[in-house]
């Protein structure tokens, strides 16, 4: 089996710009909700509302699936 040429400089590798690419989505997902509650903060609607929630679960299972490929 050959060995690639770039395996050994360093180069980034199709898993570590998998992973990139996941964290990516999972800080924007962070980001959506945040302005989303700040934005209801503003309108005096302090309390999470389901969106928030359901928004929250889908960003922490994002990030959990992240970590899990990150290892």
């Given at each position: ?67 899990t490929t990150e290892i």
């Amino acid at each position: 089996m050959e060995i690639p040429l770039n395996f050994l400089s360093g180069q980034p590798t199709v898993a570590s710009g998998v992973a990139k690419e996941e964290k990516n989505r999972s800080d924007q997902c962070s980001k959506r909700v945040n302005l989303l509650a700040i934005k209801q903060k503003e309108k005096n609607k302090i309390k999470f509302t389901p969106e928030i929630v359901s928004m929250k679960a889908k960003c922490q299972s994002q990030e959990e699936r992240r970590k899990t490929t990150e290892i």
